[in-house]
């Protein structure tokens, strides 16, 4: 079945400092990319979708130069986010539409980002 | 606007009896597709069953069944003999229908299930 692979699992920092959380689609090509961000016992928030080859689409409220996101190829998209701060702490999964499984989205299995 | 609804924050089962968790959905488009998805403490969204708005019969995984009232919008989740490891947050969710919004997912709050032993 597809699969989606985000590193890292969990990432401490220190505050400033700029954090890269990756998503690979291992067996299929994923033009489309979903970026969540998630607060403990709430809903998945979405942040912003990327397509291959084309500039993010971000959420109302997302500030789009704090949280970069990069989708330069079909198999692997990235989210960065810069100048970290203690608020931005949360957990982060990205989602990826595949043509086949799952009826169209594969997660990957998050990461948590503690800042310091 | 589309959008989903779980009313149930916190639900508790014995080990081995049945669940229901609730959703309902809202949207004026004829085609549209719902989704069950668990997140066990680890984070991991785990897809459970899929129910398509032409789909004839109700979806089944398992011991996953959805119970789809199309009339009135809703499509619950039945869990039968529950088991520990089905201790977790579970949440509805709905495909966009709008080809403009890449068919983002739009999400329930979620039901947090403790089962009992």
Known sequence: GAVVSQHPSWVICKSGTSVKIECRSLDFQATTMFWYRQFPKQSLMLMATSNEGSKATYEQGVEKDKFLINHASLTLSTLTVTSAHPEDSSFYICSAQARRGNYGYTFGSGTRLTVV | ?117
Do not use: H
């Not at chain 2, 049945?18 to 668990?38: E, I, M, N, Q």
């Not at chain 2, 529950?82 to 983002?104: I, W």
């Open chain 2, 1 to 117: 606007a589309q959008k989903i609804t779980q009313t149930q924050p916190g639900m508790f089962v014995q080990e081995k009896e049945a669940v229901t968790l609730d959703c309902t959905y809202d949207t004026s488009d004829p085609s549209y597709g719902l989704f069950w998805y668990k997140q066990p403490s680890s984070g991991e969204m785990i897809f459970l069953i899929y129910q398509g708005s032409y789909d004839q019969q109700n979806a089944t995984e398992g011991r996953y069944s959805l119970n789809f009232q199309k009339a009135r919008k809703s499509a619950n989740l039945v869990i039968s003999a529950s088991q520990l490891g089905d201790s977790a947050m579970y949440f509805c969710a709905m495909r966009d229908s709008n080809a403009g919004n890449n068919r983002k997912l739009i999400w329930g709050l979620g039901t947090s299930l403790a089962v009992n032993p």
